[in-house]
């Protein structure tokens, strides 16, 4: 290096796990900024813009942080005063990191929407050296408002760049062999926790609007080739597809999740479990939509038997899988 150039790192390759997103604390103002900055995406709502705009802040974001707010409080983890996914999305970077990681390979996090912003972790990464990164995002079922919306602020972020480095991003695994494996492992252990038999397992993934699958988005079809992979690798009980958290009145993906789950002690299954596939960490639309809400629902109606199948989470086997998605890219 000639005299007086300034020190420049390089040599490093930086592994970028990348989640939605959560307030960083539960109050009106947090949570008020977290769903603007979600809800303005033009890939999350396909509005007129203007006409969304004037919606969402003169109606949505005065009264939803509130009830959002009230949610939150119910999951929020007292422990460590963060939600549980930003606290599952740090360990699983820090445990791939003890795999993976080392003088040569940064493992971070980020999130979509909110804090750690998916800028702020590249600028990091980059100024550490890293002309390689892997981008993860932890959705295994492409979507345009899920999957697309992180390719598009890596970009973005990337435009901003003088010397970018080169970039990989790890598409979808929704039929992954470990992935797979990993839920039905998480299913077979629920079971061998509780004293009772399940009728059904509901496989509940969050929804998208059906004209975002009319206009070609694939969504659908992962979620419900996940959920055969899993029926033909378990088939000792029924599994069946709902999609979950819908927002506004238009038509989303069906079977809706909330309705099912009020209608099905009706038709005789009164033992029930659901396994949220989608969701990488559990969070506020698994802890509190499906197992608070949903649980009070079925049982309100008749119901008899109900418990939740957690999240992949940090369990060692889906940090295995995080490990061999990475690894072809490093």
Known sequence: MEKGHPEIKYGKTGILLINLGTPNSTSWWDIRKYLKEFLSDRRVIELNPVLWQIILNL????????????AYKKIWRKDTNESPLLYFTRSQA????????????????????????????????KNEGCENIIILPLYPQYAGATTATVCDEVYRSLMKMRWQPSLHIVPHYE?????????????????????WKPDLIISSYHGIPKNYFDKGDPYHCYCQKTTRLMRESYNSIDIQTTFQSRFGPQEWLTPYTDKTLENLPKKGIKNLLIICPGFASDCVETLEEINIQGRE??????????????????????IDLFEKLVKKYI
Not at 99 to 121: C, H, L, Q, T
Not at 297 to 318: A, E, Q, R, T, V
Request: some cysteine.
């Open 94 to 125: 820090q445990k791939l990191n003890n795999k993976v990681g080392g003088e040569k390979i940064i493992v971070d996090f980020a999130m979509r929407y909110g804090d750690p912003s998916i800028n702020s972790k590249l600028i990091s990464l």
């Open 297 to 318: 629902s079925f049982m309100g109606n008749g119901g008899k038997n109900f418990d939740l199948i957690p999240c992949l989470n940090d369990n060692s086997d889906h």
């Open 175 to 195: 039929s992954e062999p470990l992935y797979i494996k990993a839920l039905i492992k998480s299913i077979e252990k629920k079971v061998k926790t509780i004293n």
């Open 59 to 70: 109606f949505i974001l005065t009264f939803r942080p509130s009830k959002t707010a009230h």
